[in-house]
């Protein structure tokens, strides 16, 4: 695999901690990976991550800050070798979209769940959880 996309529904909370994560293992792995997040919908294109995924990220040494929000297209199916839903929601609309490079997150070392979405949260409060399955994913997904 030499290419990967993280894709959720509006690239600002869930998928830019993902494509964060990543970023660090390809870093620390040594390994020749590009990767890059978007989101199904248009919503927050152009956006800076909420700033509860920044903090988070921020806690454990990532710095997702100067990440931007943009919408998926079906170039990226072409692009990268691997699209990466965060929820079955997102699986299906890249599904609808003819996209067959598909997988979920939760595929790996999660029986398939859903990485919740944090956008309706009540504060902070989830952010971690959130992360800290993103990762379990996300080092199981680059070292299959
Ligand atoms: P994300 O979270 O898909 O993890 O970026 C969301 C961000 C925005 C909305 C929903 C989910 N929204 O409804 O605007």
Same mark, same amino acid.
């Given at each position: 695999?030499?290419?990967? *996309?993280?894709?959720? *529904? ?20 040594? /390994? ?9 919908? /248009?919503? /927050? ?40 839903? *965060? ?22 070392? /999660? ?34």
């Amino acid at each position: 695999m030499k290419s990967v *996309l993280f894709v959720c *529904l509006g690239n600002i909370c869930r998928s830019p901690i993902a494509e964060g994560v990543a970023r660090r293992l390809i870093e620390e792995g040594g /390994h020749n990976i590009t990767v890059d997040s978007a989101g199904t919908s /248009h919503w /927050h294109a152009g956006e800076p991550p909420c700033k509860h995924s920044v903090t988070v990220a921020h806690n454990h040494n990532i710095d997702i800050s100067k990440l931007r929000a943009r919408q998926v297209c079906k170039a990226d199916f072409r692009t990268f070798d691997l699209i990466v839903a *965060l929820d079955q929601s997102n699986y299906n609309d890249l599904k609808a979209m003819g996209c067959t490079n598909l997988v979920k997150l939760g595929d790996y070392g /999660h029986e398939g769940a859903d990485v919740p979405d944090p956008y309706f949260f009540d504060g902070f409060e989830g952010f971690e959880h959130v992360y800290t399955m993103i990762e379990s994913c996300v080092k199981k997904l680059l070292t299959r």
